[in-house]
């Protein structure tokens, strides 16, 4: 299936190279080079790419490409699942998927790939499984191992391996059990010019970070599981039980995972926490324009809405911003032409505000559509669909845990058409 | 030191001189670099040294150093006769590194690569594993030709392997071996074939993948595992997932019929399934309906739709695709909120996502209507997303949502993304010719646009108004008039180009503009595009057909220009033209009919989706997204006509006797179904038949011993759901898999009687049961299970053995190998339907029938043993204080002699009466019956009372629903019984026995296995 995986960094050079098959010349790589400067801007590049002999299919992560080279026909998102998947286990490993922590961490990488992919067939991508296969660096342990001469490598099948459950590990001891849970919920909005909402829904996410010796059994239940309309499970989740119970009961992976995701009805009405008054105005034959925004909380619930930041991108003709602010502070690049306002938090007493004139190039027709607003906000201790969770029970192992969640609600792709 | 700091000395060139050399040289062939030379084979000697050292930390450096040179796609070859030494050595760490060198570069340097070889051999004989594994990775990774038969022997012995984990790799190492001499192709065959039998869940993907490679085309060897690899499905990992959905789509392609269409081929070829009684009814039922789903069918897409719950984007996007190819198409409409929520994952799957929906969204609209918002263009979208964003919107508007989408589209038309307001454009344009009623508000809206300060916008609306307008006989004399107008300062060629051709089309109509634009395009011809040359010429040649008197001479100079134009193409048409409408004494016939030629009624372009013709390709592929057919790539083949024997799929007699339970009989019995363990609700659903259980049962048949059969299969009955099997690898090898699948049953069942008591138990028998690796143990085992456990089997297995303990005579068949029972699927499934020739009402009917001419063979005894393990019907937890409890008295029932006779306990744990207890609501499967208990007036605080109840369960294991009800509250609880409940001791003579086994050839091959259990 997977022919050879190249990581490409953003300057175009290729810093490493795996073949789990016969080794296929850097020279492919041109057709994605070609590609990429015909798409001038990174996320345009095709995912999938033809050529005479082989086929492409790249993802772009943290500013790398991960190519792979493909010879035979093969579901495409298979590969870019799978290339994710080997992204992700970077991030997990060295805290960060760069170019400069895999250069660094060369052979682990080679060691990961080389188990992860066996003739071009996914054999581990387990994080559990791969971390009792191949240790992650720590300062630590490569001191401990110059020393004892022993290594980073496992000598014995992890056992998740061979059990029906590969994705916990075994052998699991912690002195502080803990169970911890983030309900994340992200608003995706549309909002026109009016202020009236085109679209909007909440698409949400639990995250565990399960810190529990041997082998828990956890079963999590909510107050309202009916909120929740579409679902997807991490594999450890018994479907069968979720179908009949609305109960999500599970042997948990051992760290950190994302248990579900979910999406709230699109029939319930989305609560819109902020709104936006805007005026931006580009004025006919001159090099000026005015901008005027003011953000306000609405349906919060009582709750502080605090991060805000707005991302404007600006129409191309624009050479200069000179605002004030009531609050925050904010920058304009002039180059990307990225204008960013960090608001932090909303006081209602005092709305926060930025307004002030746009330089236009001169001679350059007025664009003709004001730029969009983008909005990032959160609102701690609130999930906006109202899900709550009702219990979490252990079975299966003796002690206590503690227990915790932790409800957060930001903004998805939330947008505002001005 | 430790290799982050080598590698990356290497990486930033700040390490040593050394080092530095071998950088600059390693790249180049060691002979041309003169002036390096020296350095580059002190460095190779230096690494050399180092691998040849005694220490292991510095052989270790050295191989970190080497990998990093392989990383980079630096050239390490020279090294090969140095590394390939250290492929024996004890560490692991540089053995695992040693292998990765070998594969990288054994290919090249085949000869050194053989002294490998034995190393391997040794290696795959190991006590480890994981090391048996990675060698035979190693060694088939080694793409040496002359080792081929060496590979082809470690493939077979290790696809015998017990462990499923190197019989996974031996399933990858097939492709490897095929792909480096295709020869061996029939072999290889033949170890997929075994592979294929496999029962482990490991193996089950990568296997399937191999067979997809090397012969994709022998579906044959797909039916007897067909309905194994559908009840497998959900635990194969989710790569493995993708793979065999994939597979099993095109395998449903071309084994059974279509159900987008009526028809009832299949009737007859479906009886054989029903043979008991009880099926009968559920024929008839059938009957009803036009058009039946093969069973085989209707598993395959059942048991696939779980996993559009996946996290997975390739999985949901498989069963999506299965979904629309071969399930009926009233139920693909499930796929969409699955697919619609990977539009919330990275660019990439959106992409491949939306471009399958574009293609599904052009053939049922219905599907994405519902979602039409969640595709919805945000700014921040890249540019081809937003394209197929536009695309799937364009096929989904109709009348009722066009105004909406029209409005959302003025927005797009704004965009500061001019190639997609471009699209937009288009995308109006065919808006405006699907939905007859807007097609004006369109053309209006579209002219608006030709007003706009961009040009790319204004050309596209051009192109699209032509097309409109000429979709339209009606006449739109201002809007040509206005595009007239704006030849003058649009520039794009395919715009003016447009522009023209409308006009020479309707110059009749703007008789005084027309010869203008000639003459204004007669003055910049020279300096026009291609393109709009040649509509200068066509214009040229209209307006002279209709007006020659203005244009003569205005044409003929333009047809001059074109005669000596620098394109071929232009001379070409000139002449043509020429030739055409010009009277002069050679031209023939055809110039009487030039003006017929020219002035035509021209059909009007369909205005179509570009993915309009994907749709032959199998979604969800690289050449569905590529839109070519990719190398490899498998048809989809027709639906057959008559759908071929769905017996082959049979895998062993028992099947015969199954019962195939419709769908919404199924699901309706999974949702009444609380309380079981979520083994035996799998088993359920995923087809209340023998089937999925007597496939897994064999599993552990392979692997257990001899002895403990009847046992382990039931345990593994549970194998098909149990991601319960946690400790089972932990706590023991695969040796230990039969135990394991015990723990993981008692801990199924723990969990979901929420209750911590048998929690407890479940915990007892979980260590009892660990310990018990050997095959003595078996018995004793199942033993202790009955009593802390009770679970329905492992009774059945006791009450069997009493029977034979108390009877003594009957028969031990001989014929009845071990081996076969590897394939065979014993009874102790619970669902096997019609149970062996015991329970009450077959018993009836064989009276009835009057089988036996000896006057009475089977006459009823008493139980010898009747457990006293009690199985929760309702937890004090859940019943707000009231607990009940149920067990089987093994008594025959005074209600009815078909009904089952159950005990049930009450206890009241609350502080307060509990008054009126009831039976209330009941659902009970169609044939099932039930007598209840009288309502209980009231219950005193602790106190308990016991109370009979009879269900005839139809012989099957069907769950009876039912509501107990209070004063105040209603609890559901099921019931569903264990099949050794079903059954009724008898005794029975051995001539009689092997009387009624002569009889009832069906029930005959049934009791084989059965009888094997006695064997123990």
């Known amino acids: 299936m997977i022919h050879s995986l190249f990581l490409i960094n953003c300057s175009g050079d290729i810093f490493l190279e795996k073949h789990w098959k016969s080794v296929v010349s850097q020279s492919v790589c041109d057709y994605f080079f070609e590609a990429q400067e015909k798409a001038a801007d990174v996320e345009n590049v095709p995912p999938v790419i033809s050529t005479p002999h082989h086929y492409l299919i790249s993802i772009y992560r943290d500013k790398l490409f991960f190519v792979s080279v493909i010879q035979t026909e093969v579901p495409p998102l298979f590969v870019i699942e799978f290339l994710h998947r080997v992204a992700d286990t970077f991030q997990d490993y060295f805290g960060e998927c760069s170019e400069a922590a895999i250069k660094d961490n060369v052979v682990i990488v080679y060691e990961l790939l080389e188990e992860m992919l066996d003739n071009g067939f996914p054999l581990a991508t387990e994080s559990n499984i791969l971390k009792e296969l191949i240790k992650p660096p720590t300062i630590l342990r490569s001191v401990v191992n110059s020393i004892t001469g022993s290594s980073n490598v496992g000598d014995t099948l992890p056992t998740g391996q061979l059990s029906n459950i590969p994705w916990r590990r075994a052998g699991v001891k912690y002195t502080n059990n803990e169970a911890y849970f983030d309900v994340v919920e992200e608003i995706d909005a549309i909002i026109d010019k009016s202020g009236s909402t085109v679209f909007a829904e909440i698409q949400g996410v639990i995250d565990a970070c399960i810190k529990l010796s041997g082998m828990p059994d956890l079963s999590l239940s909510f107050m309202n599981p009916r909120l929740l309309d579409d679902v997807s499970f991490h594999p450890c989740i018994r479907f069968k039980r979720w179908e009949s119970e609305r109960i999500l009961s599970f042997i948990p992976p051992d760290g950190n995972f994302r248990l579900i995701s979910y999406r709230v009805s699109s029939q319930n009405l989305v609560a819109i926490p902020v709104y936006v008054k805007h005026s931006i105005s580009f004025k006919e034959n001159s090099s000026c324009g005015r901008f005027d925004i003011t953000i306000g909380p609405k349906q919060n619930m009582g709750k502080t809405i605090e991060g805000i930041t707005v991302t404007v991108h600006m129409p191309k003709v624009v050479l200069n911003m000179n605002l004030t602010t009531t609050q925050g502070s904010y920058t304009f690049d002039p180059v990307t032409k990225v204008l960013t306002w960090d608001v932090g938090k909303i006081t209602p007493q005092k709305l926060p505000s930025l307004k002030g004139l746009v330089n236009l190039q001169s001679g350059a027709p007025k664009p003709e559509e004001n730029p969009s607003l983008n909005i990032q906000f959160k609102i701690q201790q609130l999930a906006i669909s109202g899900l709550k969770v009702n219990r979490l029970d252990m079975y299966g192992e003796k002690y206590k845990p503690f227990k915790g969640v932790k409800y957060v609600t930001k903004a998805g792709k939330f947008q505002v058409r001005t | 030191m430790s290799s982050n700091s080598f590698s990356y000395n290497e990486q930033s060139g700040g390490g040593e001189a050394t080092e530095l050399g071998q950088e600059a040289t390693s790249t180049i062939s060691p002979s041309g670099a003169f002036g390096l030379f020296s350095s580059d084979l002190k460095k190779n000697e230096d690494l050399k040294q180092m691998l040849e050292s005694n220490k292991d930390s510095a052989k270790l450096d050295a191989m970190k150093r080497i990998v990093g040179m392989i990383a980079k796609g630096k050239n390490a070859s020279e090294l090969f006769p140095a590394v390939v030494k250290n492929v024996a050595s004890k560490n692991i760490e540089i053995k695992k590194l040693v292998y990765v060198y070998l594969v990288r570069y054994a290919e090249e340097q085949q000869d050194l690569a053989l002294l490998s070889i034995s190393t391997f051999q040794r290696a795959l004989k190991d006590p480890n594993q994981l090391i048996r594994a990675s060698a035979l990775r190693v060694l088939s990774s080694i793409r040496v030709p002359i080792i081929v038969p060496i590979m082809m022997l470690a493939i077979k012995e290790a696809s015998a392997d017990l462990s499923p984990y190197v019989r996974k790799n031996a399933a990858h190492a097939i492709q490897k071996l095929y792909s480096l001499d295709p020869e061996q192709k029939e072999m290889l065959i033949e170890v997929i074939e075994k592979l294929l039998k496999d029962k482990s869940t490991l193996v089950a993907g990568s296997v399937v993948m191999a067979f997809e490679e090397v012969c994709p085309d022998r579906i044959d060897l797909i039916h007897k595992n067909y309905r194994k690899l559908c009840n497998l499905l959900v635990d194969v990992e989710e790569w493995g997932q993708v793979v065999i959905i994939h597979m099993l789509t095109r395998y449903a392609r071309t084994q059974f019929v279509s159900p987008w269409k009526e028809g009832d081929e299949l009737e007859d070829n479906e009886k054989n399934f029903y043979e008991s009684d009880d099926d009968q009814k559920e024929k008839t039922d059938k009957r009803k309906k036009p058009y039946t789903m093969d069973p085989d069918h209707r598993l395959l897409i059942r048991n696939t739709k779980p996993l559009l719950q996946s996290r997975n984007a390739a999985v949901v996007m498989a069963v999506a695709q299965l979904y629309w190819h071969i399930s009926p198409k009233s139920e693909a409409g499930i796929i969409s909120k699955s697919l619609v929520r990977l539009l919330r994952s990275n660019r990439e799957v959106q992409y491949i996502v939306l471009q399958n929906i574009a293609t599904m969204s052009i053939q049922r609209k219905g599907m994405f209507e519902p979602y039409l918002k969640s595709f919805y263009v945000r700014s921040t979208d890249p540019t081809m997303i937003k394209t197929l964003k536009l695309e799937i919107l364009t096929n989904l508007a109709n009348e009722a949502n066009i105004s909406t989408l029209l409005r959302e589209f003025q927005t797009y038309v704004k965009s500061q993304d001019k190639q997609f307001a471009a699209a937009t454009i288009q995308t109006i344009g065919r808006c405006a010719t699907n939905i007859v009623e807007v097609t004006d508000t369109c053309l209006n809206g579209l002219v608006c646009l030709l007003s706009n300060r961009d040009e790319i916008v204004v050309a596209e609306s051009v192109v699209v108004i032509k097309k409109l307008l000429q979709m339209q006989p009606v006449q739109h004399g201002e809007i040509i008039k206005h595009m007239a107008k704006l030849l003058d300062s649009i520039t794009v060629p395919v715009a003016r180009a447009s522009i023209l051709w409308l006009i020479g089309e309707n110059c009749e109509r703007v008789p005084k503009i027309a010869p203008d ?500």
């Not at chain 2, 220009?561 to 033209?577: A, E, P, S, V, W």
């Not at chain 2, 979520?678 to 659903?685: F, G, L, R, T």
């Not at chain 2, 008594?891 to 008054?915: A, R, Y």
Request: charged share 30%; with cysteine; proline share 5%.
């Open chain 2, 517 to 1016: 634009v000639l003459r204004k395009m007669a003055k910049s011809f020279t300096s026009e595009d291609d393109l709009v040359k040649l509509q200068i010429l066509n214009l040229g040649a209209k307006l002279y057909l209709t007006n020659s008197k203005q244009t003569k001479l205005l044409t003929q100079y333009i047809l001059n220009l074109g005669k000596y134009d620098q394109n071929y193409d232009i001379r070409d048409r000139t002449r043509f033209i020429r030739q055409l409408i010009v009277p002069n004494e050679k031209s023939g016939a055809l110039s009487k009919y030039a003006k017929k030629i020219f002035l035509a009624q021209k059909p009007a372009p369909l205005l179509e989706s570009p993915f309009k013709d994907r749709d032959h390709f199998q979604l969800g592929t690289l050449s569905h997204t590529l839109n070519i057919k990719a190398t490899g790539y498998l048809e989809l083949s027709n639906w057959p006509e008559v759908a071929p024997d769905p017996s082959v799929r049979n895998v062993e007699v028992i099947e015969l006797a199954k019962e195939w339970t419709p769908a919404g009989k199924a699901k309706q019995e999974n949702s009444a179904k609380k309380f079981y363990s979520e083994s035996e609700e799998e088993e359920d659903s995923s087809d209340s038949s023998s089937d999925s259980e007597s496939e897994s049962g064999s599993e552990s048949g392979e692997q257990g011993e001899s002895g403990e059969e009847g046992d382990s299969n039931e345990d593994s009955s549970e194998d098909s759901s149990s991601e319960q099997d946690s400790e089972s690898g932990r706590e023991s090898g695969l040796e230990n898999k039969r135990t394991a699948k015990r723990n993981s049953k008692a801990k199924g069942k723990s969990d979901s009687e929420d209750g911590e008591k048998e929690n407890e138990k479940s915990k007892t028998s979980d260590s009892s049961n660990a310990e018990s690796s050997s095959i003595e143990d078996s018995s004793s085992d199942s033993e202790s299970e009955s009593e802390s456990e009770s679970e329905s089997e492992s009774r059945k297995v006791t009450q069997e053995k009493e029977k034979k303990t108390k009877q003594g005579r009957i028969p031990l068949t001989k014929d009845v190998s071990l081996l076969d029972l590897d394939d065979f699927n014993p009874v102790s499934t619970p669902v096997a339907l019609p149970t062996p020739a015991l329970s009450p009402s077959l018993m009836a009917d064989l009276e009835g029938l009057n089988l036996s001419t000896s006057s009475s063979v089977i006459s009823v005894s008493t139980p010898v043993f009747v457990p006293t393990k009690t199985h929760v019907l309702l937890h004090r937890m859940s019943g707000k204080g009231l607990a009940a409890h149920y067990f089987f008295p093994r008594q025959p029932c005074i209600f009815g002699d078909k009904m089952v006779s159950i005990q049930i306990t009450l206890n009241n744990t609350t502080d307060q009466k509990i008054e009126n207890i009831h039976i209330g609501e009941k659902k009970l499967p169609i044939g099932l019956k039930m007598h209840v208990f009288n309502p209980i007036d009231s219950l005193e605080p602790e106190g308990s009372i016991t109370v009979s109840m009879g269900i005839d369960f139809c012989d099957s294991t069907q769950t009876a629903s039912f509501q107990l009800c209070t004063k105040d509250d209603c609890f559901s609880v099921n019931i569903q019984p264990p099949v050794g409940e079903l059954l009724l001791p008898v005794a029975m003579s051995e001539k009689d026995f092997k009387k009624e086994q002569a009889c009832l050839s069906a029930l005959h091959l049934l009791s084989k296995p059965r009888n094997a259990n006695r064997n123990e």
